[in-house]
């Protein structure tokens, strides 16, 4: 949230100009508190600054250029001519409703839009021709590890939006007991804070001891990395996930534009754990049909705790995968301690729940 009432109002010098935008998907099971983090943060932001862009829940391509083109800015540049940009945020409680099958063109503007690279669209219909110098998106949305990994096939990975999303993962889920929680209020402070963040304008500077920092890290290959396979482009852009968040670890703590080596140490705990948790959304996100049969077929043995006999257990199998596939899933299962087999006095096989 930091980062979208920033907008284009601060940038550091890497190259060019770096922005603190974020792409921030919140991973977890239902019922985990993802929707109830992401409101929260886009409550403070309306409630402080109504006049903050929001784009809708649900877009294609061409709506998003549409909402960014009316997301426009003007920003004071006393003496000199103001300064234009074009900068919304996009709140999502499920990003399967943002974006429900993978959209190769509104991926693209996506991509544009996170590099606040100049974007231009021509439509047949109407003659319509669109032209934005400096769009910018910041994106906060949730998402399950199984969706997320059914909007996101295997070689979106190799892609570019991917590496440029902080993915934060969480498998606990809050015990609150809502008649006896206290009272919400809106947070005061937080708002007054906000307010005074979006007046900050102009370019980061850095003490030597964060510039040494960053250099070192460098040099030690970005130490500690992530070394999933999916995560092999996500990466390469590291060290500018590190350098934004940086740039907001330091508006957090003071109104000054000046990174410190502080600053430096916070955001590296920020993205360190955030990358440990990351390879578990692999994991519980991808689940095969087989998968599937072998947890219904484990749960329907559960059910017999004194042993369930083989012919019964086989008749229950052949109701969901193929009869020459049912001894290739109940060896599988047997060999992952899914389920075992016993033999009862009549030296017939029964299965249980180890």
């Known amino acids: 949230m930091i980062a979208a009432v920033l907008e284009q109002k601060v940038w550091a010098d890497t190259g060019g100009n770096l922005y603190p935008n974020l792409y921030v998907f919140l991973v977890g099971e ?8 992401i409101t929260t943060g886009a409550n403070i932001i309306r409630d402080a600054l109504p006049e903050i862009y929001f784009g809708a829940t649900s877009m294609t391509r061409a709506s998003l250029s549409d909402y960014m083109t009316e997301a426009k800015r003007f920003l004071p540049n006393i003496p000199y001519a103001p300064i234009e940009y074009n900068s919304m945020v996009i709140v999502a409680d499920e990003f399967s409703a943002f974006m429900h099958e993978y959209d190769t063109a509104l991926v693209a503007a996506l991509v544009e839009f996170y590099d606040v690279n100049p974007y231009s669209e021509g439509r047949r219909v109407s003659k319509i021709r669109i032209t934005i110098k400096r769009p910018q998106l910041n994106m906060l949305t949730g998402s399950t590890p199984s969706n997320l990994m059914h909007t996101m096939k295997d070689y979106v990975w190799d892609q570019g939006l991917m590496s440029r999303v902080i993915m934060i993962y969480a498998n606990e889920r809050p015990l609150i007991d809502v008649f006896n929680a206290p009272k919400s209020e809106k947070p005061k402070d937080l708002i007054h804070d906000i307010k005074v963040i979006n007046t900050l304008q102009g370019q980061f500077e850095a003490t030597e001891d964060f510039k040494r920092a960053m250099h070192n890290w460098k040099l030690l290959s970005q130490a500690p990395a992530p070394d999933h396979p999916r995560l092999k482009h996500y990466c390469t852009r590291r060290w500018a996930h590190l350098m934004k968040l940086c740039m907001i670890a330091c ?3 003071k109104n000054e534009l000046m990174l410190d080596v502080e600053d430096f140490n916070r955001a590296m705990g920020w993205l360190i754990e955030a990358e440990l948790a990351m390879p578990f959304i692999f994991q519980v996100g991808t689940i095969t049909p087989d998968s599937r049969v072998m947890e ?29 596939a049912i001894r290739h899933v109940l060896e599988a299962m047997q060999t992952s301690k899914m389920i075992v087999a016993v033999a009862d006095a009549k ?3 029964k299965f249980t729940k180890p």
Not at 30 to 37: C, E, H
Not at 296 to 309: C, E, R, T
Not at 310 to 321: D, G, K, P, T
């Open 347 to 349: 030296g017939s096989r």
């Open 251 to 253: 508006i957090d703590r």
């Open 30 to 37: 239902p019922g985990i508190g993802k929707s109830r983090a």
């Open 296 to 324: 219904d077929i484990a749960h329907f043995v559960s059910q017999h705790p004194k042993g369930l006999p083989e012919h019964l257990l086989v008749n229950f199998a052949r109701q969901r995968v193929a009869p020459q």
